[in-house]
Nanobody, 112 residues
Framework: QVQLVESGGGLVQPGGSLRLSCSAS????????MRWYRQAPGKERELVAT????????VYADSVKGRFTISSDNTKNTMYLQMNSLKPEDTALYYC?????WGQGTQVTVSL
């Protein structure tokens, strides 16, 4: 059974940092591009960042470029999203995706 489980979300002040993790089981991590998405209330789901396991190429949405870093550790079947200089507009439910599989999401709230 495939499972993707996100963790690391929480409440942080503007300018702060969080590190999200996505742990996979029943799933060969290196087989697919891995992605982070987010969805804020009343908005469409947005692709935030992608990492191609082979070679480690990364792609970012313009809204997070220079502030977020996606990485993965294939030995641990885990992907990360380091989020720095967080803004209130980064508030959303963050999901990881690999192939057709999605995690359940972890909430990030940026507020004073």
């Amino acid at each position: 059974q495939v499972q993707l489980v996100e963790s690391g979300g929480g409440l942080v002040q503007p300018g702060g940092s969080l590190r999200l993790s996505c742990s996979a089981s029943g799933f060969t991590f290196s087989s697919y591009p891995m992605r982070w998405y987010r969805q804020a209330p009343g908005k469409e789901r947005e692709l935030v960042a992608t990492i191609i396991s082979a070679g480690g190429s990364t792609v970012y949405a313009d809204s997070v470029k220079g502030r977020f870093t996606i990485s993965s550790d294939n030995t641990k079947n885990t992907m990360y999203l380091q989020m720095n200089s967080l803004k209130p507009e980064d508030t959303a439910l963050y999901y990881c995706r690999g192939g057709l599989y999605w995690g359940q999401g972890t909430q990030v709230t940026v507020s004073l």
